[in-house]
């Protein structure tokens, strides 16, 4: 078992919040880690300063074997991974098409002599790319693929939610983060996103996830294991079932009794 | 709206034609009275076409055929000119429609696409001017060349003034080129060698031993040699219209909108803020800055006067009147914007507050401005 | 340099400081509360001295002639103008914008200082050229060795000294300063706690309005004379010595503008030639202060949710 993601002693403050407090935290490859704790537990945090949003004030980050502490936010997605917002940030005017497009950035050749000059290999790209966004909207709601390019402003909530998944699987991240995907979602809904983000992990043997999440039935059914963070450090780990019995756990979430 | 999948390029014919068809009465009015009534007339149409929804045909039908219809325009202006051959102040406002065009074309990249706010774009079109009449006078580099020197150099004082500010927020590239903006005025003013407070003459423009400060003669027909300078202008829009488009219409594009709305969503996903924030303040500045340096020559004068913080605040005005973003609402607004107070005198001085408060006027009730940009069309006319 | 002529150049310094400083603070008042800037704020300032001047002129005709009821008057007029006015561009152009992008705000105003400016210009009696302004204060003065030391610039030191001593006492030590201490700190929050939001914002924009009209009867009185241009430099160099100062911060705002009236005192002293280019050196000092702390000296405060 490889470790993919390893944090040790991960540590932010902001002013006198303590949001990680010495974290330590490891995932292992293709694995489907749970992230869960009570509200201000430092989820987000630790999305926040893995992606290279935050600087860390203290510890360690390793990913795929390199060091990558503090590193810039680009260079993280460059690395291969990927994320999505606990608030929806999708680019509301731009097109379906082109908001997953935003995703697949290093996939996608930026040379100015290439964009402006050779249009016909530029359209080759075009082309492949539009069929690549395309399936992968398909599987999470087929009636959007033929309406690639219509504003995203106008979609519902949980449409914005799966093109922001799509946004972040395009470019075939080796780790995917996803903060809250089902918020605002019914039950039917929270089910079938479940169900298409478990089709992709099957066509794509690669990937791993770590997924932020409060509703804890969607935990149990698709996490292999469970991280538990309360005040910034991580309280319990192991199997959902494993959690939930643990008192700490039990505590964080309802109060001591 | 025409029926999903196939738009025709009929509503955008005709209104190019009813456009270009306006213009020349419009340029060719003298009178006071009727110029007005003309304006009376064009506000009431445009008025009465919104409320139709004739605005959505005509954008769809642009959308669609963009190539068609491009060709057309510029025969559309080809028209205008012949209308007009041997009248010299209708072509040099002719000229200076275009020549406006391609500025605020540059300063849409900047703004538009890129978002990164730019107040002194009269001062960067000055620095192509005050190019040309250095270049011109005191040296012998080939017409053309001191117009790609004018570009560059308007690129590269844009680059010194930004690149410190570029990772700060919006508001501080704002304070900077205003400042900038006031202080290059000033500038020009207290050095002599650059002619001071009355400026300097600039040479006309000669390519290959054709002079373009002279009149043209075919058999019987004599034309203004505004001429010459109506044709390379024409072009040099052309040129940065295809530029814009292309660029617009790329992954660069998409860039440049993904860092405006979403400067830290963006980056993490691999994009290069200060990278690409800097193109498009290059590519723009570059774009007022080449239409700088033609106009210099085609005025054969320049003074700090013509190049204020008011006149780049006119730039903005196009812009926003225009609809940010959308090439043709600008070329729509900057033909109103320089065409009316030089044919109604009346409203000449007030021009500053007239505009100021019509960009108000827009900004509180229709932001997105006379033509809104519409979604990203890769390639026009494109099916999956 | 003697001594006469360093302390004439202190004494200029300060003035402008005081002046840039009073400028400032308006602006990071505005950007507290809203988080917008006010790009009118400097054209505010304009209209300010000419509503002073138009006074002092209406004045004049009723047969007013004392200095020290001019001068009550103009400033009373002018600030309760400007305060007005400030209220009246708070509520139609800058609140109904809160929920367009940030940028929208930045224009409109920037549209409306045109507007005021131009409108002082075209409408105000020879507004094109520059007016005089006259000198109320005593014009008594003593010589310290080669320096002359101007009575009625002691005066307006000091005035400038009371308002921003007045303006801290107002915002730390009061009911009202603690509410716009609590809007510009979290909007949501202080609602919640039955702060009467819009009260609030339209207050603190007849403050800072109010603030624009007093720096633009100082600025008459100092240079002897206003323009229809003088808010739209003076909002710039505010602005920018918000900025440095830290956006925000009171302290910061007073703190930028003393900075960069030391910055044109040294350009001014470095760069005889024309006085131009001190202007041209405390901007490039400005630019690369913002390159080296984008949030200001004193660190403004960001607070984004990711």
């Not at chain 2, 800055?289 to 903005?316: C, E, H, K, Q, R």
Request: aromatic letters at 10%; glycine letters at 10%; hydrophobic letters at 55%.
């Amino acid at each position: 078992m490889n470790a993919l993601l390893e944090a040790h002693g991960l540590s932010k403050h902001f002013g006198g919040v303590q949001a990680l407090d010495g974290l330590d935290l490891t995932v292992t490859a293709n694995e489907i880690l749970g992230l869960i704790g009570p509200n201000g537990s430092g989820k987000t945090t630790f999305f926040n300063v893995i992606t290279g949003i935050y600087a860390a004030d203290a510890g360690r980050v390793a990913f795929d074997g390199t060091d990558v502490t503090n590193a810039s936010a680009r260079s993280i997605y460059q690395a291969g991974i990927s994320r999505t917002f606990q608030r929806s940030r999708l680019s509301l005017p731009l097109s379906i098409f082109d908001n997953i497009m935003i995703g697949n950035h290093k996939r996608l050749n930026q040379g100015l002599w290439f964009n402006l000059a050779k249009r016909g290999d530029f359209k080759r790209e075009f082309e492949r790319s539009y069929a690549d966004a395309r399936a992968l909207v398909e599987v999470f709601e087929p009636g959007l693929a033929g309406r690639m390019f219509e504003p995203v402003a106008g979609l519902p909530m949980i449409d914005r939610r799966r093109i922001e998944i799509c946004r972040a699987l395009i470019s075939a991240p080796k780790l995917l983060l996803l903060d809250e995907p089902s918020a605002g979602m019914t039950h039917d809904e929270t089910a079938e996103l479940m169900n298409d983000i478990l089709l992709v992990r099957k066509r794509n043997k690669d990937l791993t996830l770590i997924i932020v999440e409060h509703e804890m039935g969607v935990i149990e059914r698709i996490t292999d294991r469970c991280v538990v963070l309360n005040f910034g450090r991580k309280i319990a780990e192991g199997p959902y079932r494993t959690v939930a019995a643990d008192t700490q756990v039990q505590e964080a979430y309802l109060g001591a009794a | 709206m025409a029926g999903k999948g196939h738009t025709s390029v009929w509503p955008g014919l005709v209104a190019l034609a009813i456009a270009t068809g306006y213009l020349i009465a419009l340029l060719g009015a003298e009178k006071q009275n009727l110029i007005i009534m003309l304006l009376a007339v064009g506000i009431v149409a445009v008025i009465a076409a919104a409320w139709l929804g004739l605005f959505e045909n005509v954008s769809a039908s642009f959308v669609e055929h963009e190539d068609a219809l491009g060709v057309c325009a510029i025969g559309a202006a080809g028209a205008v000119a012949a209308v007009f051959h041997d009248n010299h102040f209708v072509l040099l406002l002719v000229i200076t429609v275009l020549l406006y065009s391609v500025a605020t074309l540059g300063l849409n990249v900047q703004f538009g696409y890129a978002g990164v706010l730019n107040f002194a774009g009269a001062s960067f079109f000055g620095i192509g001017a005050y190019t040309s009449a250095v270049l011109n006078t005191y040296t012998a580099v080939p017409h053309l060349l001191v117009l790609l020197i004018g570009g560059m150099l308007a690129a590269f004082a844009g680059s010194l003034l930004l690149l410190p500010v570029l990772r700060t927020r919006g508001h501080y590239a704002a304070v900077v080129t205003i400042a900038f903006a006031l202080l290059f005025k000033t500038f020009l003013e207290v050095n002599d060698v650059l002619g001071g407070p009355q400026g300097m003459q600039v040479k006309g423009m000669r390519i290959l031993g054709w002079s373009f400060n002279d009149n043209i003669e075919i058999g019987k027909i004599s034309l203004s040699f505004y001429m010459n300078y109506f044709v390379l202008s024409l072009l040099l829009l052309a040129g940065a219209f295809v530029l814009v488009r292309r660029l617009e219409r790329s992954w660069i594009g998409l860039n440049l909108d993904a860092l405006r709305l979403d400067e830290t969503a963006a980056g993490c996903f691999g994009l290069d803020i200060v990278r690409w924030k800097i193109t498009a303040f290059l590519i723009g500045n570059f774009l007022i800055g080449i239409a700088g340096a033609l106009f210099g020559m085609v005025g054969g004068f320049v003074a700090p006067n013509n190049y204020t913080f008011a006149d780049s605040l006119i730039l903005v005005s196009i812009l926003l009147l225009g609809g940010i973003g959308n090439p043709w609402g600008l070329m729509v607004a900057t033909i109103i914007v320089v065409v009316v107070p030089e044919k109604l005198q009346t409203i000449q001085e007030y021009r500053f507050l007239l505009y100021a408060l019509m960009v108000i006027a827009v900004l509180l009730f229709r932001p997105e401005g006379l033509l809104p940009r519409p979604v990203r069309r890769y390639f026009p006319g494109w099916r999956p | 340099m003697d001594a006469g002529l360093l302390a004439q150049y202190v004494m200029n310094g300060l003035m402008l400081g005081m002046m840039y400083a009073l400028v400032a603070v308006g602006f990071t008042l505005f950007f507290g509360v809203l988080d917008v800037i006010k790009f009118s704020h400097g054209d505010v300032l304009t209209v300010g001295a000419f509503t002073a001047l138009a006074t002092y002129a209406g004045m004049r005709m009723l047969g007013v002639n004392s200095n020290l009821l001019d001068l009550i008057v103009m400033l009373v007029t002018a600030t309760l103008a400007m305060a007005f006015l400030g209220v009246v561009i708070a509520r139609y152009l800058v609140m109904p914008l809160r929920s367009a992008p940030a940028l929208n705000t930045l224009l409109i105003t920037l549209m409306l200082g045109t507007v005021l400016r131009e409108s002082v210009r075209l409408f105000y009696p020879q507004g094109a050229n520059p007016k005089p302004f006259p000198a109320l204060l005593p014009r008594t003065s003593i010589d310290i060795g080669d320096f002359n030391l101007r009575f009625d610039n002691v005066l307006m030191l000091t005035a400038g000294v009371l308002v921003i001593i007045g303006i801290q006492y107002l915002l730390n030590r009061t009911k009202l300063g603690l509410a716009i201490r609590a809007v510009a700190q979290d909007e949501e929050t202080a609602r919640t706690m039955g702060i009467n939001f819009t009260a609030i914002v339209l207050v603190t924009f007849a403050l800072g309005s109010g603030l624009a009209a007093f720096a633009g009867v100082m600025n008459g009185l100092y240079y002897n004379e206003i323009n229809f241009g003088i808010g739209l430099y003076l909002g710039v160099v505010g602005f920018s010595a918000a900025i440095i100062g830290g956006l925000g911060s009171i302290y910061g705002a007073i703190l930028g503008g003393f900075l960069f009236a030391g910055l044109q005192t040294i350009g001014t002293v470095m760069l005889p030639f024309a006085s131009a280019y001190k202007d041209v050196f405390a901007f490039a000092v400005v630019i690369a202060i913002m390159a080296w702390r984008p949030t200001g000296l004193i660190r403004e405060k960001i607070s984004e949710r990711v």
